[in-house]
C-alpha cells in the first residue's frame, strides 16, 4: 500500500490544487492520498476564507482519501514552524511513503542543497547571516541573500544525489548538473529563496532531513498563476479568488446579498472544479466568505484587556518588541488589517505582525520550555474521508503515538 501525503490550506480550493493532487497520485503511483489541512486559521496569520469542514469535503471529491487537521499552533506559525509541524504529525503517523508538494522551479535537487545547508548551517554561513542581521535587512531577507552567497563561495559543498527510486525525475549525480556553476547558481538560488512554494519547499525538506524521516520528497512545478497573482482565470492563484470574494463582498449592499449569491458561481466556475463551486455557491453570504477584519472587535478587546506587553509576549511567536509596540499602539486600533499596517517596521514583516496578533487573539500559549520534542503532536482530527479509504484509516489508527479525535463526520462516497 503506497501513501502519499500532501500539506495544503486550500484557501480556498482551486483548479491548480486539483491538477495537484491528480499528479500527485500520478508521480507516486499512490493507492491513497492523505491530506494534512490547515484547519479555521492559516499560515498568513488570518482566518480561513471558508470553515475546515467545507474546505475538506471539497478536498475528498476532487480525490483526496482522508484529511486531517494541521494543529493551528503549526497552521498559523513561520514556515518552518508550519512545515516542522506538518512533517511530525505525518512522521507520528507511520504510514506515509511520499510528501508531494508544489514548488515554483520544480527542481528537488536546487530545493534539497538549499535544505542541507539551512540543516547543518556551517559556520561561514552563520556568520554572514548575522552580518547581514546587523546592517538592518530582515531575516527571511537576510538568510535567502547569506544562501546564495555561500552556495556560490563554496564550490566544494558535496550535495547528495536525489533518491535514485525519485518518482519526480529529477536525477542529478553531481553539483554542477544540479546546480548550474557558480554565476548561474547566485541567480537561481536568489532567485528560488524569494518564491513563496520554494521557500515552504524548502522548509518541508529541511524538517524531512533534520527528523530523520523515511518519507520521500516529491516537487511539482507550479502551473498558472503565482502565488501572489491577483488576476482569475482557470489556473489562479488563492490570492486571486481571495480578492474576488473581498471585491465583491464591498460591492454588495446588505440587501443585495441574494442578488450576488445567483452571480457568484458564474463569476467562478471557471477557476474551481465544479463540486467546490457548488460548495461555494451552497455557503456564500451564509458561513464564507470571512475576513480578518470580521475578528476585529474580538482582537480589540483582547489587545485592551491585556494589563501589560508581557501578556502579548506570553503568546506563541510574539516577539518582546513586537509585543511592547503593539501595546503602545493599542488605543490606535480601528481594524485588524490597519492595525497589522500600523505595527510593521523594518524589523517586523507584515507576515510576523499577523501572525503575532492572530496568537494574541487565540491566545496561543508559547510552547513549554520542559517540551523534549520542538514539534510535538499528540493526536490527529478528522476532518473528511472517503468511503473506500477504509483499509488507510485502519493502518494510520495502528500508530501509537496520539489519539484521533472527530466530531459527526459522514463518509463521501
Same mark, same amino acid.
Given at each position: 500500500?503506497?501513501?502519499?501525503?500532501?500539506?495544503?490550506?486550500?484557501?480556498?480550493?482551486?483548479?491548480?490544487?486539483?491538477?495537484?493532487? *491528480?499528479?500527485?497520485? /500520478?508521480?507516486?503511483?499512490?493507492?491513497?492520498?492523505?491530506?494534512? @489541512?490547515?484547519?479555521?486559521?492559516?499560515? /498568513?496569520?488570518? !482566518?480561513?476564507?471558508?470553515?475546515?469542514?467545507?474546505?475538506?469535503? @471539497?478536498?475528498? *471529491?476532487?480525490?483526496?482519501?482522508?484529511?486531517?487537521?494541521?494543529?493551528?499552533?503549526?497552521?498559523?506559525?513561520?514556515?518552518?514552524?508550519?512545515?516542522?509541524?506538518?512533517?511530525?504529525?505525518?512522521?507520528?503517523?507511520?504510514?506515509?511513503?511520499?510528501?508531494?508538494?508544489? %514548488?515554483?522551479?520544480?527542481?528537488?535537487?536546487?530545493?534539497?542543497?538549499?535544505?542541507?545547508?539551512?540543516?547543518?548551517?556551517?559556520?561561514?554561513?552563520?556568520? #554572514?547571516?548575522? =552580518?547581514?542581521?546587523?546592517?538592518?535587512?530582515?531575516?527571511?531577507?537576510?538568510?535567502?541573500?547569506?544562501?546564495?552567497?555561500? $552556495?556560490?563561495?563554496?564550490?566544494?559543498?558535496?550535495?547528495?544525489?536525489?533518491?535514485?527510486?525519485?518518482?519526480?525525475?529529477?536525477?542529478?549525480?553531481?553539483?554542477?548538473?544540479?546546480?548550474?556553476?557558480?554565476?548561474?547558481?547566485?541567480?537561481? +538560488?536568489?532567485?528560488?529563496?524569494?518564491?513563496?512554494?520554494?521557500? $515552504?519547499?524548502?522548509?518541508?525538506?529541511?524538517?524531512?532531513? @533534520?527528523?530523520?524521516?523515511?518519507?520521500?520528497?516529491?516537487?511539482?512545478?507550479?502551473?498558472?498563476?503565482?502565488?501572489?497573482?491577483?488576476?482569475?482565470?482557470? +489556473?489562479?492563484?488563492?490570492?486571486?479568488?481571495?480578492?474576488?470574494?473581498?471585491?465583491?463582498?464591498? =460591492?454588495?449592499?446588505?440587501?443585495?446579498?441574494?442578488?450576488?449569491?445567483?452571480?457568484?458561481?458564474?463569476?467562478?466556475?471557471?477557476?474551481? !472544479?465544479?463540486?467546490?463551486?457548488?460548495?461555494? %455557491?451552497? %455557503?456564500?453570504? /451564509?458561513?464564507?466568505?470571512?475576513?480578518?477584519?470580521?475578528?476585529?472587535?474580538?482582537?480589540?478587546?483582547?489587545?485592551?484587556?491585556?494589563?501589560?506587553?508581557?501578556?502579548?509576549?506570553?503568546?506563541?511567536?510574539?516577539?518582546?518588541?513586537?509585543?511592547?509596540?503593539?501595546?503602545? @499602539?493599542?488605543?490606535?486600533?480601528?481594524?485588524? %488589517?490597519?492595525?497589522?499596517?500600523?505595527? #510593521?517596521?523594518?524589523?517586523?514583516?507584515?507576515?510576523?505582525?499577523? *501572525?503575532?496578533?492572530?496568537?494574541?487573539?487565540?491566545?496561543?500559549?508559547?510552547?513549554?520550555?520542559?517540551?523534549?520534542?520542538?514539534?510535538?503532536?499528540?493526536?490527529? *482530527?478528522?476532518?473528511? +474521508?472517503?468511503?473506500?479509504?477504509?483499509? $488507510?484509516?485502519?493502518?494510520? #489508527?495502528?500508530?501509537?503515538?496520539?489519539?484521533?479525535?472527530?466530531?459527526?463526520?459522514?463518509?463521501? #462516497?
Amino acid at each position: 500500500m503506497t501513501v502519499t501525503a500532501l500539506i495544503a490550506e486550500y484557501n480556498p480550493f482551486h483548479n491548480g490544487h486539483a491538477y495537484h493532487i *491528480r499528479e500527485a497520485r /500520478r508521480l507516486t503511483g499512490a493507492d491513497f492520498l492523505l491530506v494534512l @489541512m490547515s484547519g479555521d486559521f492559516v499560515q /498568513r496569520g488570518e !482566518p480561513a476564507v471558508i470553515e475546515k469542514s467545507a474546505r475538506a469535503e @471539497m478536498a475528498v *471529491r476532487c480525490g483526496a482519501d482522508l484529511v486531517l487537521e494541521l494543529p493551528v499552533c503549526y497552521a498559523s506559525g513561520s514556515a518552518e514552524y508550519f512545515a516542522g509541524g506538518a512533517v511530525a504529525l505525518l512522521n507520528a503517523l507511520h504510514c506515509v511513503d511520499y510528501l508531494c508538494f508544489g %514548488s515554483e522551479c520544480g527542481n528537488l535537487a536546487i530545493l534539497q542543497a538549499a535544505a542541507r545547508i539551512l540543516s547543518a548551517e556551517p559556520d561561514a554561513f552563520r556568520q #554572514k547571516l548575522q =552580518k547581514l542581521l546587523r546592517q538592518g535587512l530582515s531575516f527571511p531577507a537576510a538568510r535567502q541573500e547569506a544562501l546564495a552567497w555561500y $552556495l556560490a563561495q563554496e564550490p566544494s559543498i558535496p550535495v547528495s544525489n536525489v533518491i535514485p527510486d525519485d518518482p519526480s525525475g529529477c536525477h542529478f549525480t553531481d553539483r554542477h548538473a544540479a546546480l548550474g556553476g557558480s554565476s548561474d547558481l547566485l541567480r537561481e +538560488l536568489t532567485s528560488i529563496l524569494s518564491q513563496p512554494n520554494n521557500i $515552504l519547499a524548502i522548509e518541508y525538506l529541511k524538517a524531512l532531513i @533534520m527528523s530523520g524521516s523515511s518519507i520521500k520528497p516529491v516537487t511539482i512545478q507550479r502551473v498558472g498563476g503565482g502565488y501572489h497573482d491577483t488576476a482569475v482565470g482557470e +489556473l489562479c492563484s488563492a490570492t486571486a479568488l481571495r480578492r474576488l470574494f473581498s471585491e465583491i463582498q464591498q =460591492k454588495d449592499a446588505p440587501a443585495s446579498c441574494a442578488a450576488s449569491s445567483g452571480d457568484f458561481p458564474r463569476q467562478l466556475a471557471a477557476s474551481v !472544479p465544479a463540486e467546490v463551486c457548488n460548495i461555494l %455557491s451552497d %455557503s456564500w453570504q /451564509r458561513t464564507f466568505p470571512v475576513f480578518p477584519d470580521d475578528f476585529s472587535a474580538m482582537l480589540h478587546y483582547r489587545l485592551l484587556t491585556a494589563e501589560s506587553w508581557q501578556s502579548y509576549a506570553a503568546c506563541f511567536d510574539v516577539p518582546e518588541a513586537a509585543a511592547r509596540r503593539i501595546f503602545q @499602539m493599542r488605543h490606535a486600533f480601528t481594524s485588524f %488589517s490597519s492595525f497589522v499596517q500600523l505595527i #510593521k517596521t523594518r524589523n517586523f514583516t507584515e507576515a510576523l505582525v499577523r *501572525r503575532a496578533l492572530l496568537h494574541i487573539l487565540l491566545g496561543l500559549p508559547q510552547p513549554e520550555s520542559t517540551e523534549p520534542e520542538r514539534f510535538p503532536v499528540y493526536y490527529a *482530527r478528522i476532518l473528511g +474521508l472517503r468511503r473506500s479509504s477504509g483499509a $488507510l484509516f485502519e493502518q494510520i #489508527k495502528k500508530a501509537d503515538k496520539f489519539r484521533f479525535s472527530q466530531n459527526s463526520l459522514t463518509p463521501i #462516497k
